[in-house]
Structures are given as structure tokens and as C-alpha cells.
């Protein structure tokens, strides 16, 4: 069980030690620790709604049922939508914001009465409409949908249908009704990324399932009347199940994730690249993503990062909600000392290798190997210090400790879950932890175990 989030009284101390400016540095992925999660899904659609800022996702696959569940993420949690209608539960469906309504799009996808659903739907942040245009494009799952927030129309491409097998098909929506466009564009193909490029104001395509077993490398722009092919000097390698976003605030388009072969372990990708509207360019994360495959990726205008949610991990799914962005200055975590071992060895002081300590965002430490009936305790300072424990052996106290705080051990590990306030002042300051383990089961006179040290220097994004 986690401790509950709290800011440390301690920190208000040093606020006044301000760290010196440092120019931005490089990007990160961060996971959102503390976040409340919506029931883990594979294949739902996200996308960011403008007109509300915030993010909507709607519906998915889990242990093979559908899910018809509404999401919406401002910035700092997840709230469950009660719409008094809402679209069948369904996967493999796309969604994408609707400029000239100023609601979410949402269309197509697999249900359990039709495996080519053909309807159009508008969620205005509380209920969805199922909508009726004159023309439509026909059903399909895994097509690719984007928000052209120029011309003022939602770009469709693409997508499967068992009766007609891989789709090539350009279709706009205008607000009221679809309409089909150039036949001439890239080869028929599904399970494509797709976003629109506000910078350059031109819709961009990368990828998708053309052939058995084989995912294309090409990146393609619609302007809104042609497809043109480019020809970067570096791409993404071939992939499936990856999800893309566009960075409104770097002007990036950005792709993470995905899985070439199969969803084995051996065949998933963890790298990140991004587009600049000449060239991918793989970048080199601070702390790498926690979501693998079959995740959602969208831009999130309270916060001015991508977000991502869920995906599969080693066959699992994730309950999970990071970030992506460029951060100003980097945190550091720095190991120190020695411990000294109760019954089951030595405790750990651990941090998720997703999360880092930023200034105004949540973060979690754990205090690890804490043997049946110990009692963990996470000693937290405002600096370093080597100090031998009376009564031990071996035993060395790391931390000044002003602040301890007494966890509560599920299988062997306990978890805190720490608050850091957004003042810029704290940037570059460290704070100083060590577990201690008490009726560690200790060869020593007071029957404790404490861990190595480990410092922690906040970062700034």
C-alpha cells in the first residue's frame, strides 16, 4: 500500500537556494506517478480534444471484450464521462478532433455485431452523437485519422476490410458530411501513424501494414488536394502497434514504441523519433518510456507535453500515464555508501526507472527487500552524512534524516509517493535518502538493516 502524497515541510527551508539557469538540455520520458489509471485497453483511440484542452479516449480491447468506456485527462488526472448514448463498445476504431464542430470525431472500428462499422460519432466533452452524413467512407478497422486544424477538416486514410482486404483511400471530413478525395496517394495499407503538422500545415503519414508480415518505412504529406512522398535521410525502422502525437509546443511530430514480427519481447522497440518536416531523428530520452506497444499517444495543452497511456509490457498491460518533452535541467540521482544486511540481505533504496524527481510533479522512491514482519522507514535529509550507528556493526547513517517516514510493506517492498512543488528555486537541490529496516531480523544489537544512500538532485522541464 502507498503512502499518500505529501509535500515535505523541509523543502520550504530551501527554497531560497536557488540553482544557477541551465539551457535546455534534452527530452525525457516521465511517468506520472500517483495517477489514478483507467482500466488497462489495447487498441482505443486518443487523441487531444482543442476546444476543451484536454485529452479524450474512448473504448479499446481487454482480455478479448470491448470496452465502450469514455476518458478524458486534464492535465493532472483521468475522469470517467457518463454520456447518456455513446458509440458501441469496439476496437481498432480511430478518433480525431473535429475543428469546425469543435468536438471529437470519432469513427469506425470492430464491434461483436460487425467487423466493419461504418458510423461517425461527436463526443462535446459530456455526451456523444451518433451523426448521419450523406456520404461516408466504407467500414473498416486500424485506419488513420487527423485533425487538419488549417482548412478546417479531419483527414481519413486507409484501414482494413475483410471483404476488401488492405485500404488506400483519402476521405476528409467537413464538419457535416465525408467526402472522398485523391486516389492517388500511398499504397493501400492499415495500422499506419498518422497526425496533422501545424507547423507546416500539412498532414503526415508514416508507415503501416502493406504485405504479410511487412510494415512499410515511408512518410508521406497531404496538403489538402495531393499526397507527396519524402525521402528523409533517416526514418523509424518498419513497426506495428506504435503511436504517434504532434508536439504543438516543440513542433514536432512525435513516434514512440511498437513492435516489428511480433509482440515478443525480443521483437519490441523502446525508441522514440521525431519529425521535423524534413527528417526523423531518434532521440536519446533522459529516462526511457514505460509503454511498449499498443498505447495511446496524444498532446496534452494543459501540461505542454505528449502524454501517453497504457500498452503492453512483456504480455502485460500497463495502468500507467507518462510524459514526453524537452526538460530545461536534467535531474540527477547519485548512489552513496554501503548498507548493511538484515535477514534477507542488504535493503534498497529504489527508484522506478520511468520517474525522476522534477519540481511540481509526483515521484516515488521505495524502500525494497524488507523481510517478513520488518518495518521499512524511508529517511529523507536535506544533505549527506557518514555516521556509524551505535550498537551496529557495519551499519553507517547517510542522511542528516529530518524527515523519516514510516512506510507500510507489501511483499517485501514500501512505497512512497512524494509531492516536489513547482518553485524554481529548488532546481539543482538535493535531497539525501536511506532506507532503514527495523526488526530486520539483524545480527546486530538494535535488529536493523539500513541501505546504501542515495541522493537526489531536481530537475526542471
Not at 515521484?363 to 529523507?380: Q, S, T
Not at 544489537?445 to 537526489?456: E, K, N, P, R, T
Amino acid at each position: 500500500m502507498a503512502s499518500k502524497p505529501t509535500p515535505l515541510p523541509l523543502l520550504s527551508t530551501i527554497a531560497v537556494l536557488a540553482a544557477p539557469a541551465i539551457s535546455q538540455s534534452g527530452v525525457s520520458w516521465n511517468l506520472l506517478s500517483g495517477v489514478q489509471s483507467p482500466p488497462v485497453r489495447a487498441y482505443f483511440a486518443m487523441a487531444t480534444d482543442h476546444a476543451r484542452a484536454q485529452v479524450a479516449m474512448f473504448g479499446g480491447l481487454l482480455n478479448n471484450g470491448f470496452l465502450g468506456d469514455t476518458w478524458t485527462w486534464d492535465g493532472s488526472a483521468w475522469t470517467a464521462a457518463s454520456p447518456t448514448q455513446s458509440p458501441s463498445a469496439r476496437y481498432r476504431h480511430a478518433m480525431a478532433f473535429d475543428p469546425v464542430n469543435a468536438k471529437m470525431l470519432l469513427f469506425g472500428g470492430y464491434d461483436t455485431g460487425s467487423d466493419n462499422l461504418q458510423d461517425t460519432w461527436l463526443f462535446d466533452g459530456v455526451d456523444w452523437q451518433q451523426v448521419a452524413p450523406s456520404t461516408s467512407p466504407p467500414g473498416r478497422t486500424d485506419h488513420a485519422m487527423a485533425s487538419d486544424l488549417v482548412r478546417q477538416r479531419v483527414v481519413l486514410f486507409g484501414g482494413f476490410r475483410p471483404t476488401s482486404g488492405r485500404l488506400g483511400d483519402t476521405w476528409e471530413w467537413d464538419g457535416t458530411t465525408w467526402s472522398q478525395r485523391s486516389a492517388v496517394g500511398p499504397t493501400p495499407r492499415y495500422d499506419a501513424m498518422m497526425v496533422y503538422d501545424l507547423a507546416r500545415a500539412e498532414t503526415v503519414l508514416h508507415g503501416g501494414y502493406v504485405a504479410t508480415s511487412v510494415h512499410q518505412v515511408d512518410t508521406w504529406v497531404w496538403d489538402g488536394t495531393s499526397w507527396t512522398e519524402r525521402t528523409p535521410a533517416h526514418f523509424p525502422p518498419s513497426r506495428g502497434s506504435a503511436a504517434i502525437a504532434f508536439d504543438l509546443a516543440r513542433n514536432l511530430a512525435v513516434v514512440s514504441g511498437g513492435y516489428r514480427g511480433g509482440g515478443n519481447s525480443s521483437n519490441v522497440l523502446l525508441d522514440t523519433w521525431e519529425w521535423d518536416g524534413v527528417d526523423w531523428v531518434e532521440t536519446t530520452p533522459l529516462r526511457e518510456s514505460a509503454h511498449w506497444y499498443a498505447h495511446g499517444l496524444a498532446y496534452d495543452p494543459v501540461r505542454g507535453r505528449t502524454i501517453a497511456f497504457c500498452g503492453s509490457r512483456n504480455y502485460s498491460l500497463l495502468p500507467v500515464t507518462s510524459e514526453y518533452g524537452a526538460y530545461g535541467v536534467a535531474p540527477v540521482l547519485t548512489p552513496n555508501g554501503s548498507g548493511c544486511p538484515g535477514s534477507t540481505g542488504v535493503p534498497l533504496v529504489f527508484v522506478n526507472q520511468f520517474t525522476s524527481p522534477w519540481i511540481g510533479d509526483k515521484w516515488n522512491v521505495e524502500v525494497r527487500n524488507v523481510p517478513a514482519g520488518g518495518i521499512p522507514v524511508l529517511a529523507i535529509g536535506l544533505a549527506a552524512t557518514s555516521v556509524p550507528i551505535p550498537g551496529t556493526t557495519g551499519c553507517t547513517q547517510l542522511t542528516t534524516a529530518e524527515a523519516p517516514v514510516l512506510l507500510q510493506a507489501v511483499n517485501g517492498t514500501g512505497r512512497w509517493v512524494q509531492y516536489l512543488p513547482g518553485d524554481p528555486a529548488l532546481v539543482g537541490v538535493s535531497l539525501h535518502y536511506q532506507g532503514v529496516v527495523l526488526q530486520a531480523g539483524s545480527s546486530n544489537a538494535l535488529d536493523i538493516a539500513v541501505s546504501a544512500g542515495l541522493q537526489a538532485t531536481m530537475g526542471m522541464w
